[in-house]
C-alpha cells in the first residue's frame, strides 16, 4: 500500500468517526426531542384512572321479590363529578350504599379505589380511609361540639389531638362556620348543618366524597351555598364526587348525570364541557 493509499484509508476512518459522533449526537438530540415531546403530551393529556369499576352489579330485597338493581355497569374516573338521578324507588340509595360498602350485592363486581368490595373483605378501613359521606342518615352527633363532630373521622389517623382540632377548624373555615366551632349541631339551621357534614366528609381526606340529597330538605338559596361548597371541594382537591338528587337542575351542575330506571342505568350524560364555565343560579 502507498503513501497516498495511506492517507486516504486514514480519511475515510476520520470520516466514519465523524460520522459515528454525529450520529450519537443526532440520535441523543431526537430521544431528548421524543422524550420531551412525550412529556408535553403527557402533561397535556393526563390519563384518569377509573376509580368505580362496576360491572353486572344485582341487589334484591325481599327474597328476591324486589330488584333494587338489575345489572349495573358503570366507571367513574378520578376526580369525577358524577349525579345519580331517577324517580323514587329506582335504585339510587342502593347504588350509593354499595359505593360506600354500606351494603352488599348479591352478584356482580365492584372495585372502589384499589378495594374489590365484592370480596366482602377490609370494608371497615376502605369506609374510613377513602370514603367521605355527607348522608342523612350519618348525621352529625347532637351533644358534641360541631369542631368536635367534624373531628370524628381523624380518630383513625394519626395526628395529635392539636393537629386535629388545627385541620378541623380550617375545613369548618372552607365552608364558613369556623365562629360556630364550639357550639352544638342542634343550634344550627338545616343549611349550615349540612356544611358542617362537608367539612366533615373531608376530614379524613378522601378519594370520593359521597352525598345523598345533599340538598334534599333546603330552600333554593341554602342548597346554592351548599352545590357551590360541594363544586369548590371537588375542584380544589380533585375529590370525586358522586352525588344522588331526584333534582335534574341539581344533578346538572355534574360532569356527568346517570339516569337510573328499576335498578338499570337507563342513560349517561357528559355534561363536562358544557359545566365548564358554570354558574350555579340563586
Ligand atoms: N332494606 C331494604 N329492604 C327492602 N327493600 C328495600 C330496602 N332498601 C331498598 N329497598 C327497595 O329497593 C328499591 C330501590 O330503593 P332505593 O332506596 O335504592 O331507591 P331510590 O331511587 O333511592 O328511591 P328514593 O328516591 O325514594 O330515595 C325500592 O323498591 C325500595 O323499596
Known amino acids: 500500500m502507498g503513501n497516498n493509499d495511506l492517507t486516504e484509508t486514514n480519511e475515510i476512518k476520520n470520516i466514519d468517526e465523524n460520522n459515528k459522533n454525529n450520529n450519537k449526537d443526532i440520535n441523543k438530540k431526537l430521544v431528548k426531542d421524543n422524550n420531551k415531546y412525550i412529556n408535553e403530551n403527557n402533561e397535556n393529556n393526563i390519563v384518569k384512572e377509573n376509580i368505580v369499576e362496576i360491572k353486572g352489579l344485582e341487589k334484591s330485597y325481599e327474597k328476591g321479590n324486589i330488584k333494587a338493581l338489575n345489572g349495573i355497569d358503570l366507571d367513574i374516573k378520578e376526580g369525577e363529578f358524577v349525579s345519580i338521578i331517577g324517580p323514587s324507588g329506582s335504585g339510587k340509595s342502593t347504588l350509593l350504599n354499595m359505593l360506600g360498602a354500606l351494603d352488599v350485592a348479591d352478584s356482580g363486581t365492584i372495585n372502589v379505589a384499589g378495594y374489590d368490595l365484592s370480596k366482602n373483605k ?7 380511609k377513602k370514603i367521605g359521606f355527607i348522608f342523612q342518615l350519618h348525621n352529625l352527633i347532637p351533644n358534641i361540639s360541631v369542631v ?10 394519626k ?27 342542634t343550634k344550627l339551621s338545616g343549611g349550615e348543618r349540612q356544611r358542617v357534614a362537608i367539612a366533615r366528609a373531608l376530614a379524613n381526606d378522601p378519594s370520593i366524597i359521597l352525598a345523598d340529597e345533599p340538598t334534599g330538605s333546603l330552600d333554593s338559596r341554602t342548597s346554592k351555598k351548599i352545590l357551590d361548597q360541594l363544586n369548590k371541594m371537588h375542584k380544589e382537591k380533585n375529590v370525586t364526587l358522586i352525588m344522588v338528587t331526584h333534582d335534574m337542575n341539581v344533578a346538572k351542575l355534574a360532569d356527568r348525570v346517570i ?20 354558574t350555579i343560579e340563586g
Not at 160 to 179: E, F, P, Q, Y
Open 122 to 128: 377490609k370494608l371497615d378501613e376502605f369506609r374510613s
Open 148 to 157: 368536635e363532630n367534624v373531628e370524628i373521622p381523624m380518630f383513625e389517623g
Open 159 to 185: 395526628l395529635s389531638s392539636k393537629d386535629r382540632r388545627t385541620l378541623a377548624l380550617k375545613l369548618l373555615d372552607s365552608v364558613g362556620l369556623k365562629d360556630k366551632a364550639k357550639i352544638k349541631p
Open 259 to 278: 339516569e337510573v330506571l328499576d335498578g338499570k342505568i337507563l342513560k349517561s350524560t357528559d355534561n363536562s364541557l358544557l359545566n365548564d364555565n358554570i
